[in-house]
Each structure stands twice: as C-alpha cells, then as structure tokens.
C-alpha cells in the first residue's frame, strides 16, 4: 500500500510536525478558550482537529469531543443537519441518553399540502431547532459532568446560509464558557476574516487565532526518507527537487511523494528520471483543477498572481509596469487573491499558496507541464 495518503484527513499518529500547534490548541480548549485555526485548503485542519481529538482523549478524558463540518451548507436545516448527525456519530456512555435528546429535537413536519412554507427566519421551528442543537454541549456538560470540546469545521459556510446563522451560534456559544470550548476552522481567509475581525459580525474578537504555516523541508525529508525506507525503497536523489517544489505545502509534498513512491521499485532507489515520471502524472491528475483555478481569476489577479510567479514583486514599480498593473490594482487584486486563500503572506511577502499553480504560471499555462 502507498504510504503517502493525499485525497483525506490523516489519522492523528501520520501528521508530519503540528506538535506546536497541537499542543496550543489543546491548551486552549482545555483551559477553556475558544481558538480559529485559519489556513490555506489542504494545508492539514481537519487533520489537525483530529490530532488535537486524539491527545484530547489522551490527556483529558474528562472531554467529549464533537466535530462538525459545515462544508457546502445553504440554509439554516443543514447545519442543523449537520450538528445532529456530528451527535448521533458520538460512542460511549452518552449514546443513549443523546438519542432520546436528539428525538425530541427531531424537525417538525407540516403536513403536505398546506402550502405553508417556512420563512428563512431563525424566529422559525427551524431557528428553534438550531438553537436547542447547538446547545447540545450545556446540556451534556450537566448531564455527565464532561466538558465539550466542539470542533466547527469549514466554519467561514455559516455565513452562506440565508438568513447568516453565526448570530445565533454566537448567542448560544457564548453561553458556554463553563461547558465547552470551541476550535472554528476555515479554509476561505476572506470570510473567516469577516467572521471574527469584522465589529460588525457577532464573533468579532471571540476567538485565539492560530496559524498553520507550511512545513519545514527538514521534517517533510524526514517523514518522507522514513516511509520510503519502511516499504523498502530510497527516494535517494528525487528527494531534493520534490522538497523544493513541494515547498512546504502539506497536501502537495505527500501528493509528489505518493506518485513517486508509486514509480519507484521495492528494493530501488529514486532518481531524476523517476522524479520527472512522478511530476507529470502529478501534473496531469490536477490540470484540470489549475485550468479552472486560473479562469475563475479575473485579468488583473492573473497577472499578480504571474508577476509573483515570475519572481517579480509587487512593491516594485518596473515588475509592476512590466506586468501592465497599476499600483492601485495590484493591490486590490492581491487582496482578492490573499482573501481567496490563492496567495498568503509569509513574512510580509505574498507568495503563491499552491506550488503546482505557481510553477504552472510559471512555465507559461500550456500543456500540463
Ligand atoms: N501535518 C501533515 N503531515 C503530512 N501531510 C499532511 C499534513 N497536513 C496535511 N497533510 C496532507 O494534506 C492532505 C489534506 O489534509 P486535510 O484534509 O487535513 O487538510 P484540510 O486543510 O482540512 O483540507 P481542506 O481545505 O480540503 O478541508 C492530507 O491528505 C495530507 O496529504
Ligand atoms: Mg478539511
């Protein structure tokens, strides 16, 4: 079996580093603070969360711990939906005393035909329903004496329900100071940003931000020289230039590693050769994802994303002319880019989140290569 898994979460003893940010938010939880950990997608949250679960369970077995995932959620019944089936997947001593909870909580049906139709208002059976779900952690706190710790994940799609429902989370969750804490995380920087640093948004200011950077290269040759060495292979030479395009980023090391584990031979080593076979299978398994990442971008994003790309900076006015920008419009389409979660800021220089798509700007956005 391939050892480097890249399409899902990983189980808490695979993670490559994250002690540092295990061990903050778990401080957190347990000392009873709420925390956001906001990151670029497939940079390892709900890995992470999982993690943080399992030590959770380790050091504390006073805690319950709940995750929820609100991807793709469009009205205020899912997310409903979603807490529910996050309580109904809970073990232990719990279970039965929780169905008969969520049973009384179950949806109300109006009759067919009655033409009645429920308004999108948290006023609603619906609204009503949502609160008591969310404050399931009061009620299993007094129940058996443990604290929640509820894990929100995708949280910033609270906001893509009509009416928004982070009002109501609020007014419960900060309820909760003795009975749960909370980790929120969230894949899109803009909208988390709207969430919690925005005076206008109920979760202004509520939340200890915590940061996932992109993993250091010692570690990744590490993790990846272990795997390699434990079913009998060497990444040998391929390990530097995968290290170097891979720069750091989680999800796109272990997917290099994995088709180059893949086209290396047990008991054989890697080379050049086999590196170069790997990165174009990488290649041609996301350039559908870079083709569409690039069109969904509007004229002005594309050439600050290829100025960067380029190795040009934005805070010079020659690569900006050269790129036909001006300085105004760099910096907006930037911030676009940066809210987006397409580029971050790493020590005050922007810089491409995805190294496939920056080497594929790069390289000119032809064939896959
Ligand atoms: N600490 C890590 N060590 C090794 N690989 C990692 C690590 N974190 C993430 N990955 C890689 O990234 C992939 C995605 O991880 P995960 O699903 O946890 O990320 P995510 O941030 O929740 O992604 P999404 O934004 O898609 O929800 C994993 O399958 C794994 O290949
Ligand atoms: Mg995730």
Request: with cysteine; net charge negative; glycine share 8%.
């Amino acid at each position: 079996m391939n050892p480097f898994v890249y399409s899902r979460p990983l189980s808490p003893k695979a993670l490559v580093d994250r002690e540092g940010e295990t061990g903050t938010l778990l401080d957190l939880a347990l000392g009873g603070h709420n925390s956001r950990l906001s990151a670029p997608r497939r940079y390892g949250k709900t890995s992470l969360i999982g993690k943080v679960f399992a030590d959770a369970d380790d050091r504390d077995r006073l805690t319950t711990v709940v995750y929820v995932n609100f991807a793709g959620v469009l009205s205020v019944d899912d997310v409903a939906r979603r807490i529910e089936r996050a309580y109904r997947d809970l073990r232990g001593p719990l279970r039965g005393w929780l169905e008969g909870a969520l049973r009384t909580l179950r949806p109300t049906v109006a009759p067919p035909g009655t033409g009645l139709s429920v308004a999108p208002s948290l006023e609603s059976a619906s609204g009503e329903r949502l609160l008591a779900l969310l404050d399931l952690p009061r009620r299993v706190h007094e129940r058996s004496g443990r604290r929640c710790l509820v894990a929100y994940d995708e949280f910033q799609e609270v906001l893509a329900t009509s009416p928004p429902v982070d009002g109501a989370m609020r007014s419960v969750i900060e309820q909760h100071g003795e009975h749960a804490s909370y980790v929120f995380a969230g894949s899109h920087p803009g909208m988390m940003r709207t969430l919690f640093s925005d005076r206008q948004r109920p979760f202004y200011g509520q939340a200890r931000p915590v940061e996932l950077l992109p993993l250091r290269a010692s570690d990744l040759a590490e993790d990846i020289s272990e795997q390699f060495s434990r079913t009998d292979r060497e990444p040998a030479e391929a390990l530097g230039p995968l290290l170097d395009i891979a720069a750091g980023h989680p999800q796109r090391a272990m997917l290099l590693a994995h088709h180059l584990w893949e086209r290396t031979p047990v008991g054989g080593a890697a080379d050049e050769g086999t590196f170069q076979m790997a990165l174009e299978a990488v290649y041609a398994e996301v350039a559908d994802l870079l083709t569409q990442t690039w069109a969904a971008l509007d004229p002005s994003e594309r050439r600050v994303l290829a100025l960067v790309a380029y190795g040009g900076r934005i805070t010079s006015q020659r690569d900006r002319e050269s790129a036909d920008l001006a300085r105004s419009t760099a910096r907006d389409a930037l911030g676009r880019l940066v809210a987006e979660g397409h580029m971050q800021e790493i020590d005050g220089d922007p810089v491409i989140v995805d190294p496939l798509l920056a080497r594929w700007v790069a390289g000119g956005r032809q064939a896959a290569l």
